[in-house]
């Protein structure tokens, strides 16, 4: 439910790196937490986020909830597809229910988020 | 469906109605109206008898409920029990016929009514001023915001552009904020479900316009350092806004003027005991501090020294008028004379009973639902159904159960910082009795939760409606009727 591969904040928001820019989506756990997500707003290619800053929401039955960038960084593509289906970001949170991509201004900030373990550690502590 | 809608009744050429003859010249709408101005087809109404319009709006009526017809314990909402006494008051006809381009001298008992119940609120309150315009708590909170937004603009003050807003606000606070042209900023709580005082220092500055704070807060609990809060925001040279909204459980006790909240707005469909929603409408006055009594919106009651009440529209740096006319006079007169016959001791005993049946509820509860904040709380406290969570039962699993008792579920998924919540709030007017039954309902559907999950999965089972199906009607929603082709 937490791939080994990618890193995760405790806003429950996974980050998957690929070279130099970062793919993000919300966890399993998020998704879950919604329930079934109708509806999510996403920011434009170039836009540029602050690490913690909003970048976007995710509407679902029950609530709203903000979307917090991972890292800072510039925005180079949306997934236009959750923008019509929704229901992608519950049946597949790691593919193709994935948000954006990013380029990273500042790698060092890659090294404050968790990996698997410590995230699913984390979960077990918010309990 | 047990009732088709309206327009699937009746048949062709059917009526409710017999007009007398016409008995003047006809001429054709094309000569009256411009041709571009008139429809092409007839609009698609419904064609039924009188009989079948009455029978089916008497039997949609059957299926609402109310406060009148069960309990409703929905959190942040004060269903309380409405007088009805206070209806007829507003139904005499010297209240009820009046016009609002009357000229004064023929509407002074109104005009002192509105004057009395705007000090009466200020006096609750501890604030110096008040306006009665706002149509509803959401209305009252902007006009409150725009009062303060005045204020900062008219010292020269233009850097002020945030508004802090805790993480267990209502969504109405940000969303005030936003819409007056506020940044809304979030305040986290801390473990103790209160304002993070440590993270309020760091986000207060420069351009700090307000804090707007709902205490008791919405997990039920009273913001104890309330005063410190209050002085962070005023040194840095922000504003204090009082979201009104539950302040069922403080009324005569504590008074948000004194904790040094300079804004209030009050929702006396709450408070006050005037009908919710729908049935309303709603009344959303605003109070302040004499700083601000500058800004409220105009015209506002003023009393001469002749004893005569007037309308000042004298008020050059009023943010304008908020509403037409002076705000929903029929609801004023319910929620003043539901004041005067509470007095100032009944007024106390309200919130007193209101804070005890919410604190009994949570006593009663605490063996079969997680009370994450087990502490004395008050008009309204939280409670979650971990227990439940290994039967695969869920908060919304558990409400939609209480349709099928005969009760209107308690306000589910909010505050946000709580996962699995429902948030109780019994009001004051309601019983023993009534709450001994509530317990022993949620207490059953624990125990069915355990033994027949499913039976709660997948209820409601004896409501007009089954489970309805949200997530299909908010990714795809179908909001008008069509005919079929």
């Known amino acids: 439910m937490y791939p080994e591969n990618l890193k995760y904040t405790k806003d429950h928001e996974w980050v998957k790196i690929e070279g130099d820019k970062v793919k993000i989506g919300i966890t399993y756990h998020a998704q879950d937490a919604l329930g079934d997500v109708v509806f999510v707003e996403l920011p434009e290619v170039d836009d540029e986020f602050e690490a913690g800053e909003s970048f976007g929401t995710v509407e679902s039955v029950k609530a709203v909830s903000d979307c917090y960038a991972p890292v800072s960084g510039k925005i180079t593509a949306i997934n236009e597809d959750i923008l019509d289906s929704p229901e992608l970001v519950n049946s597949s949170p790691y593919d193709d229910g994935w948000f954006i991509e990013m380029e990273v201004t500042d790698s060092s900030e890659l090294d404050q988020l968790m990996n698997s373990e410590e995230y699913q550690k984390y979960l077990e502590e918010e309990e | ?485």
């Open chain 2, 1 to 485: 469906m047990t009732e088709k809608l309206i327009f699937e009744q009746g048949s062709e050429g059917r009526k409710g109605y017999s007009l007398p003859p016409c008995d003047v010249p006809e001429r054709k709408l094309a000569d009256l109206i411009p041709e571009e101005f008139l429809r092409e087809n007839d609009p698609e109404l419904p064609e039924v008898s009188e009989i079948e319009t009455v029978r089916h709006f008497t039997k949609l009526s059957t299926f609402n409920h109310g406060v009148d017809t069960g309990f409703y314990p929905l959190g942040s909402c004060t269903m309380k029990y409405n007088p009805k006494i206070t209806e007829e008051l507003a139904r005499l006809e010297g209240f009820a016929r009046l016009h609002p381009y009357q000229p004064e001298d023929t509407v002074q008992g109104a005009l002192e009514l509105m004057y009395n119940l705007g000090e009466d609120l200020a006096k609750i309150a501890g604030m110096d001023k008040t306006t009665l315009q706002p149509a509803a708590g959401a209305h009252g909170e902007m006009t409150g915001m725009m009062i303060i937004r005045a204020y900062h603009q008219h010292r020269g003050d233009s850097k002020r552009t945030k508004v802090i807003v805790p993480d267990t606000a209502h969504g109405t606070n940000p969303a005030t904020a936003a819409m007056v042209g506020f940044k809304a900023v979030k305040v986290d709580s801390n473990s103790e479900g209160e304002v993070n005082i440590e993270a309020l220092k760091k986000l207060v500055d420069e351009e700090t316009a307000a804090l707007m704070l709902t205490n008791p807060n919405t997990l039920g609990l009273f913001e104890k350092n309330i005063l410190e809060i209050a002085d962070i925001v005023h040194e840095a040279g922000g504003l204090l806004y009082y979201d009104g909204a539950n302040a069922n459980a403080i009324m005569g006790y504590a008074r948000p003027g004194d904790m040094g909240f300079d804004v209030i707005h009050f929702n006396l469909h709450k408070t006050f005991s005037t009908p919710h929603g729908g049935g309303g409408p709603g009344s959303g006055p605003v109070a302040v501090k004499e700083f601000l009594a500058p800004y409220l919106p105009k015209p506002v009651i003023e009393k001469s020294g002749e004893g005569n009440y007037y309308f000042n529209y004298d008020l050059p740096h009023s943010i304008g008028k908020v509403k037409s006319f002076y705000g929903n006079f029929g609801v004023m007169v319910k929620a003043y004379a539901y004041i005067k016959a509470l007095g100032a001791e009944g007024l106390k005993e309200v919130s007193e009973n209101a804070v005890l049946n919410a604190n009994y509820l949570r006593a009663k509860l605490r063996d079969v639902y997680h009370i994450p904040y087990d502490r004395i709380c008050k008009h309204e406290f939280i409670a979650t159904s971990k227990y439940l969570k290994e039967y695969g039962v869920k908060t919304l699993d558990v409400a939609k159960r209480l349709l099928d008792y005969g009760y209107h579920p308690p306000t589910i998924y909010f505050p946000l910082i709580v996962e699995e919540t429902m948030m109780i709030e019994p009001t004051e007017t309601e019983t023993k009795e009534t709450l001994d039954e509530f317990v022993e309902t949620l207490k059953t559907i624990a125990e069915e939760s355990k033994n027949d999950p499913q039976l709660v999965k997948e209820a409601p089972h004896d409501t007009v409606v089954r489970r309805l199906d949200e997530t299909t009607a908010a990714r795809n929603p179908v909001i008008r009727w069509e005919k079929e082709k």
